[in-house]
């Protein structure tokens, strides 16, 4: 079974950046892809990024508009996203989540097998 646990949360001024890890154990790390999201109290759980099980290819989310940056590192079993130029609403639970390497990158929830506890991030104007 795939455990994922995520770290790095927690509360930044607008304009500062935080750095999220995510740890991977259970199975090889290198057959799956990864994908960040997020999500807010009451609305939907949001898409962030995907990173490829080498490293690529990656897809992000429009509204990053270069924010934010996911990267991983095979040998640590590691996937991050850094953050930066952070925004109140950017204020949310952010989870990573793992899915056997799929054909495309993959951006709806659904399609993820495993998920991390999340860890909150929240943004002070």
Request: net charge neutral; with cysteine.
């Amino acid at each position: 079974q795939v455990e994922l646990v995520e770290s790095g949360g927690g509360l930044v001024q607008a304009g500062g950046s935080l750095r999220l890890s995510c740890v991977f154990s259970g199975r090889i790390f290198t057959d799956y892809a990864m994908g960040w999201f997020r999500q807010a109290p009451g609305k939907e759980r949001e898409f962030i990024m995907y990173i490829g099980s080498s490293g690529h290819p990656t897809l992000y989310a429009d509204f990053m508009k270069g924010r934010f940056t996911g990267s991983r590192d095979n040998t640590k079993n590691a996937v991050y996203l850094q953050m930066n130029s952070l925004k109140p609403e950017d204020t949310a639970v952010y989870y990573c989540a793992a899915v056997r390497v799929p054909g495309l990158p993959q951006s709806a929830a659904r399609d993820y097998d495993y998920w991390g506890q999340g860890t909150q991030v929240t943004v002070s104007s």
